[in-house]
């Protein structure tokens, strides 16, 4: 069994290539599990046939919604809207608060609430006199805010995944978000650990040993600096 002094002896590529070898030892075979295969496929099904549905559904709304409509739950509508917006910013500041994972969730969410509010805002208010509020409302309150948050959440990933490498003994910088894996899935070139050649330098040189059958123990002790046992 290696203990401290073996590991401090070991180079920094060994360690990294050590520390993730025996932390992907652990990891749940997910990529290897039938079911979360079959997961994944209805899941990528399910959203391409919603892309391809909204496509279509665009076009005829493009061509069928009359340019004015009068809506009678407007005041529901919008009330319930600024509600979740409530909703959003509360469970920021609680998430936070607590230092939970569920805030990067939070920022994201909130986020897209209030870049949809811009949208509604200036869309609906075009061509009457409210809509120059509803755009100096978009830019210094809303979109700045979304901006903020969405910022804010790439960070915390981005953290996440740092405080991952680390754990898992991955050298380096954290690469772009878009080519870190869903479930930070190990190559299995780098979970291969230092050829045998490579010993520790805490074991003592085979000149320094003397030719005699010597305890195992005087070479380790004469490394460290110690006086060998009588």
Same mark, same amino acid.
């Given at each position: 069994? *290696?203990?401290?002094?073996?590991?401090?002896?070991?180079?920094?590529?060994?360690?990294?290539?050590?520390?993730?070898?025996?932390?992907?030892?652990?990891?749940?075979?997910?990529?290897?599990?039938?079911?979360?295969?079959?997961?994944?496929?209805?899941?990528?099904?399910?959203?391409?046939?919603?892309?391809?549905?909204?496509?279509?559904?665009?076009?005829?709304?493009?061509?069928?919604?009359?340019?004015?409509?009068?809506?009678?739950?407007?005041?529901?509508?919008?009330?319930?809207?600024?509600?979740?917006?409530?909703?959003?910013?509360?469970?920021?500041?609680?998430?936070?608060?607590?230092?939970?994972? *569920?805030?990067?969730?939070?920022?994201?969410?909130?986020?897209?609430? *209030?870049?949809?509010?811009?949208?509604?805002?200036?869309?609906?208010?075009?061509?009457?006199?409210?809509?120059?509020?509803?755009?100096?409302?978009?830019?210094?309150?809303?979109?700045?805010?979304?901006?903020?948050?969405?910022?804010?959440?790439?960070?915390?990933?981005? *953290?996440?995944?740092?405080?991952?490498?680390?754990?898992?003994?991955?050298?380096?910088?954290?690469?772009?978000?878009?080519?870190?894996?869903?479930?930070?899935?190990?190559?299995?070139?780098?979970?291969?650990?230092?050829?045998?050649?490579?010993?520790?330098?805490?074991?003592?040189? &085979?000149?320094?040993?003397?030719?005699?059958?010597?305890? &195992?123990?005087?070479?380790?002790?004469?490394?460290?600096?110690?006086?060998?046992?009588?």
């Amino acid at each position: 069994m *290696l203990d401290e002094a073996d590991l401090r002896g070991m180079s920094p590529h060994e360690r990294y290539r050590l520390a993730r070898m025996l932390a992907a030892l652990d990891l749940p075979p997910l990529f290897h599990d039938p079911k979360a295969r079959v997961r994944r496929n209805i899941a990528l099904a399910v959203a391409v046939g919603c892309c391809l549905f909204l496509c279509v559904w665009i076009g005829i709304l493009a061509v069928t919604l009359p340019a004015t409509y009068r809506a009678s739950g407007w005041r529901g509508a919008w009330i319930g809207f600024d509600v979740a917006e409530l909703l959003g910013f509360a469970a920021i500041a609680w998430t936070a608060w607590k230092g939970k994972q *569920l805030l990067i969730v939070c920022l994201v969410v909130t986020a897209t609430l *209030l870049c949809a509010d811009a949208w509604f805002d200036m869309t609906l208010d075009w061509g009457s006199h409210a809509f120059y509020w509803s755009l100096i409302s978009a830019l210094c309150a809303e979109l700045p805010l979304a901006a903020l948050m969405i910022f804010g959440a790439r960070r915390l990933l981005r *953290l996440t995944v740092r405080m991952q490498m680390a754990l898992e003994g991955l050298p380096g910088p954290v690469p772009p978000l878009w080519r870190v894996a869903l479930f930070g899935e190990v190559p299995h070139e780098s979970m291969q650990l230092a050829p045998a050649t490579s010993a520790p330098a805490t074991s003592a040189p &085979a000149t320094s040993a003397p030719a005699t059958s010597a305890p &195992a123990t005087s070479g380790a002790a004469a490394a460290s600096g110690a006086n060998p046992a009588p």
